[in-house]
């Protein structure tokens, strides 16, 4: 008897594939891509108004996350007004410009001052966590902007709401406290002991998409009409009830 194994004498028939699919092998009772027809219907399931889908997203199982263009947008807006001097106006009424720069230097020092107080203890962790801060301001305010600009553009009425104005002026507000962060770091910079106290763009998009997914999880809960998938998830169960009836008959 040959020792040899070939596989041609091994009978193969049964595990030839169909050379034809039948419409059965791609329903949703199937192995032939159960997930993704339940990723499907549990998207078709949910209605959401269209305003939803132009701010976030759904992920294939129907559950809430960021939208990844509305995060470009954003960092664009980082690009833009990472390391630009804030702007002071010259209106009447106001300050003169030399005078609002004198304040705002002061106000930058105070920062300074308060921080290094902090740095007599651990001043690794007191920089990480004014870096953290500065991260997430930084976040706060392009979004922020970004929304503003946002909503502007899709205004159909002359009258701004209320809602809007005091979203500028978060808007104007964040971008202050945003570059006065900056350049307190900038003078402290060697104090805190760490190697590198620059702002991390990284850093900066993950704060604001972990900001946006808490937005679209509150939004989905608030706006979300899942009236389908209930409806079509007790239909199983009241079918899965029915055939076990049947079988203990």
Known sequence: MSEHFDPSEQETKELLPKNKSEMSDYTEDTIADSEGAQAR????DIVL???YFRKFALTDFGKPTF????????????????GSVPVFPEAEGEASVSDQQLAWDASVNDIVTGIRVLLGVDPQSTGLNFLQLTTRTWSEFCSVCYEYQDSMSNMKDDDIPDWLVEREQKMLDLGRKARMLSQAIEALDNEFGLKDTKINKSRVQKAV?????????????????????????????ASAHMQSIVDNA
């Open 49 to 51: 108004p269209d305003w």
């Open 209 to 237: 998409e972990d900001r946006l997914q808490r937005l679209a999880e509150w939004n989905f809960n608030q706006q979300a009409d899942a009236s389908g998938k209930i409806k079509r998830e007790m239909n199983v169960q």
């Open 67 to 82: 939208n990844p263009a509305v995060v470009a947008s954003i960092m664009a807006v980082f690009d833009a007004k990472y």
């Open 41 to 44: 219907q549990a998207r078709a």
